[in-house]
Structures are given as structure tokens and as C-alpha cells.
């Protein structure tokens, strides 16, 4: 199946470039790599057009990568979970919450591709290093049959392999790219987002990255910026093809990855990623009874602890100083959602099945109204 480009030739707008206004400071590339050593990797399978024919198409799905420390590196790292509503996957999270350790990377794609995804890291992995005996990979996921031919099963580990072999550090795709490629925000076009936030020299000038893959929410609860954004814009609903399948229901469930490089330990990474569910309410994210919000994160402190089968010294940050940390998760996901719905395009997938992309000049419109619109150069 043909690999459609991850972005562009030309760079795609982001919240920031639109003047929509956050608080705190972002990193060089207000991604999740700012973070040194993440590499992030996307594999994106858009083909056919048309009538649903199960193991044809039409495709519009893919597989994201996240690497820790990078693809050339097998040092674990300090990681704790938090299931904000469970109905969804996460695979290898039961070990964390044990442990709290992760020992490889982080993949994100469509519900029902979870399993060959997780194998074939597996392969991935022991083809790396023979000598592994055992893994438990960490594979999240979202659903896209609004669009894409879930039950075709089109990713195969073959994509999973590449998403990992092109993972890399420097700018993240977003938008219809990699496990995000068929999903929706608020009932507008979503899918991958990412951000970052750096702390400032006093509280330890650590940097704070998220990477979503945003699936969520019902229109009238969108906010941006405290805008009302959904009620302003009632129109361009997801809207059903020549083929009268089933209504088009919100979007459940959301992905959201946090890595930072502060010394934390499992404990207190826990404590952090509770947090990511403050920044998706900042948005009107209000966690569903059908949603799944499953959310991770990692420290990339402290390498070669977790491997460790001997007495170890480590860097941790008191909990009395974590609060800078908390304000920088909720600030990245929030803003690392507003950039997939940015940078997501309309797209028409199944039965010709579409979901619009948030209109930049409307939204603009929209935070001018109520004095939110920030200059931009």
C-alpha cells in the first residue's frame, strides 16, 4: 500500500501562527522532541476512495511512533499511567504501573490494529537485540471507522517497522498524519498535535513535551483560548456519504504522551500525568462514557537506573517542586490539541464519510470577537 507523505512541502500553519493565545513558554520547536533524545515517527496510509469494501478501502489510518531515548538506544526510563475513562487501550500499562518503567518505545494507532502493532515491535526489537527474552510494548489507540476501513486491518508490521526506523528528532508532523490520520476533534478534522513547555531557570529550566492523538468530543463543548468556539460554529458536521451506514457520533477517546527530562520518579510522574486530563478540559474535553482518555508519561533522567540489577544513585526533584511541572503539562496538551485541529485537513474516507477541518479565518473571526486574537508578525 502506498505511504502518503507525512507533511507537506509547505509548512502547515499552527495555533501560535493564527494568534491564538497561550500561556507559558515553549521550546525551539514547541514540540514533544524538544525534549533531548525523543525521535517521533509517523506512517500514514490514505488510498481509495468510495464505497466500503472491508480489506479494500477505502484506507485513512497509520501508526505513530514515539522513542524515549531514540531507536539506538535500549535504556529504559522511570514512566507512570493515569485512565482518566477506559474504554480504550494501552498495552504494557499493568507493568508500569508495577515497575514504573518503560523498556521501549510508545506507538499510537487505529483500536483494531493494536495487536499486529504490538508484535511487531516485539520483532522489532529482538531483531535489534537477539538476546531480548521478553517485552511488553506500550500500543495505544483511537478509532477511525468513521473514515477508514478499520476492519481491512491495513496496518501491518511492516509500517510499524518503518514508523520506527524513520522516527526522528526535530519538527513533528501533525494534523492527518500517523495514528491520527482518521480522526476527529469536537467534530472537526483532528488527529496528531504536540507542544512543549520549558521551565524557567529557577524551577530548573527542564522541558516539558506532549504528543496527542486527539479523537474526542461533542461540537458545543469546543473551547479555545476560553472560547466558545463550537457554539460559534454549529455548521460543518461530520457529514455521512451516498451510503447510509450509521450517524456520525462524536469522537471518543484521546491519546496524550508526556515526557519531560526533569528527575522524576514513578511516583511523582504520576502524579504528573493526572494533570493532562486539566489541559484537555481546558478544551472542552469531559471524557465520555464511550471515550477513552489514557494518558503516559516518562522521564528521560536518570538513564541506565531502570536497567540496573545492582545499587543505583539518582537525581530526583522534591515533590515540593513540581508544581511548575503540573502548570507546564497542562499548558502543552491544551495548546498540543488546538495544533491538530490546526493542522488537520477535510478529509472524506468510507462511503465518501466526511469531517471538515476548523477554518483558520473563521476561528480568527471568532477570537477577535471576544478580544482573545493575539498579533501575529
Known amino acids: 500500500m502506498p505511504v502518503a507523505p507525512a507533511s507537506s512541502a509547505e509548512p502547515k ?41 472491508v480489506g479494500q478501502g477505502p484506507v485513512r489510518t497509520g501508526v505513530t511512533a514515539i522513542l524515549p531515548r531514540g531507536k539506538n538506544s535500549r535504556a529504559g526510563c522511570f514512566a507512570g499511567g493515569f485512565s482518566l475513562n477506559g474504554n480504550g487501550e494501552m498495552t504494557g500499562v499493568a507493568w508500569i504501573d508495577e515497575a514504573g518503567a518503560l523498556d521501549g518505545p510508545v506507538m499510537i494507532t487505529n483500536t483494531h490494529s493494536v495487536g499486529v502493532v504490538r508484535d511487531a515491535v516485539i520483532e522489532w526489537l ?21 473514515l477508514n476501513d478499520i476492519n481491512g486491518f491495513h496496518v501491518t508490521k511492516e509500517h510499524a517497522f518503518q514508523a520506527l526506523d524513520n522516527a526522528k528528532s526535530g519538527p513533528v508532523a501533525e494534523g492527518n498524519v500517523g495514528g491520527g490520520t482518521g480522526m ?12 512543549s513547555r520549558r521551565l524557567t531557570k529557577e524551577d530548573g529550566g527542564y522541558m516539558v513535551g506532549v504528543l496527542v492523538q486527539a479523537n474526542y468530543g461533542q461540537r458545543d463543548q469546543l473551547r479555545i483560548a476560553g472560547v466558545p468556539v463550537g457554539r460559534e460554529i454549529p455548521d460543518l458536521m461530520p ?18 504522551i508526556v515526557a519531560t527530562d526533569a528527575p522524576l520518579l514513578p511516583h511523582q510522574l504520576r502524579r504528573v500525568v493526572k494533570r493532562a486530563a486539566l489541559g484537555l478540559a481546558r478544551n472542552g474535553g469531559v471524557a465520555e462514557h464511550t471515550s477513552g482518555d489514557l494518558f503516559l508519561a516518562f522521564s528521560t533522567a536518570n538513564p541506565g537506573v531502570v536497567e540496573s540489577d545492582g545499587e543505583v544513585e539518582l537525581t530526583m526533584l522534591p515533590n515540593a517542586r513540581m508544581s511548575p511541572l503540573f502548570t507546564a503539562t497542562v499548558e502543552a496538551v491544551e495548546e498540543a490539541i ?40
Open 126 to 146: 529482538v531483531k535489534r537485540d537477539p538476546k531480548i527474552e521478553w517485552a511488553l510494548p506500550v500500543v495505544a489507540e483511537t478509532y477511525d471507522g468513521f
Open 13 to 53: 500553519p499552527r495555533a501560535r501562527d493564527l494568534g491564538v493565545p497561550f500561556d507559558g513558554v515553549p521550546g525551539p520547536l514547541n514540540a514533544i522532541t524538544d525534549v533531548p533524545g525523543v525521535e517521533v515517527g509517523h506512517v500514514t496510509l490514505i488510498q481509495g476512495d468510495g464505497p466500503l469494501v
Open 338 to 377: 488546538v495544533n491538530s485541529l490546526i493542522a488537520a485537513e477535510t478529509m472524506a474516507g468510507v462511503n465518501g464519510n466526511k469531517t471538515y477541518a476548523l477554518p483558520h479565518d473563521r476561528l480568527q473571526a471568532i477570537l477577535r470577537k471576544y478580544n482573545r486574537l493575539r498579533p501575529t508578525d
Open 184 to 195: 476527529r476533534v469536537h467534530r472537526f478534522k483532528g488527529g496528531i498535535g504536540t507542544s
Open 239 to 256: 457529514e455521512l456519504g451516498d451510503v447510509q451506514t450509521k450517524p456520525p457520533g462524536d469522537g471518543n477517546s484521546i491519546i496524550i
